[in-house]
C-alpha cells in the first residue's frame, strides 16, 4: 500500500505524515551525528592508555632486549585490532566481534572488577566510563576504521 493510497483513505493524515517526516529526519541526522569516529575519538584512547604494552615489538632502551606485545595484541592499527591475537595453540582470537561489544573482550576486559585479574589496562590508570562507553558504543556501530590509518607509534619504552 502506498503514501498516496493512504492518505486518499484517510489512514494518514497530513499532520501525521508532517510528524513522520520529522521523527525520521531526526533520527537519521541524530545517528550520523552520534557516530564514533575511531580516529578522533577510538586511537587517542589506545594511544594514551593501551598502546605501551600492546604495539608492534620494540627494542627497550635500558635493556636492549626485544619486547613483543602483551599477549600478542597489538592495537596500533584498525587491521591489528580486528585481526586479534594467536593463542598458545596458535589459533587466532578475535577480541573484537562487530555490533557486539558484550561478546568483545577488546571491551569487557575495561569493564571488569579493578581488581580482577583481566583488568585493562593492567598498569596505570583505568579507563573512564566516557572511554569505556565510546569503545562500547564503536563497537556497536560497527568497529570500522572510516579510513583512518594510524600513524607509525613509537613506543615510549624503546625511546633512549
Not at 587517542?44 to 620494540?58: F, R
Not at 585493562?120 to 590508570?125: H, S
Request: hydrophobic content about 35%; some cysteine; charged content about 30%.
Amino acid at each position: 500500500m502506498t503514501l498516496k493510497h493512504l492518505m486518499k483513505q484517510n489512514r494518514l493524515s497530513l499532520c501525521g505524515l508532517t510528524l513522520l517526516t520529522i521523527a525520521l529526519a531526526s533520527a537519521t541526522s541524530s545517528n550520523a551525528a552520534d557516530k564514533v569516529d575511531f580516529g578522533k575519538q577510538v586511537y587517542p584512547i589506545l594511544k594514551e592508555n593501551c598502546l605501551n604494552c600492546h604495539a608492534d615489538t620494540y627494542v627497550d632502551a635500558k635493556s636492549g632486549r626485544k619486547k613483543k606485545p602483551k599477549g600478542g595484541l597489538r592495537l596500533d592499527t584498525h587491521e591489528w585490532i580486528m585481526k586479534g591475537y594467536e593463542d598458545d595453540d596458535d589459533k587466532w582470537k578475535v577480541v573484537v566481534v562487530a555490533g557486539k561489544p558484550e561478546k568483545s573482550t577488546f571491551f569487557t576486559s575495561t569493564t571488569l572488577d579493578p581488581d580482577h585479574d583481566d583488568i585493562m589496562p593492567a598498569k596505570g590508570d583505568l579507563l573512564t566510563k566516557a572511554q569505556q562507553e565510546t569503545l562500547k558504543l564503536w563497537i556497536a556501530q560497527g568497529a570500522e576504521s572510516n579510513g583512518f590509518e594510524a600513524p607509525a607509534y613509537v613506543n615510549l619504552k624503546g625511546k633512549k
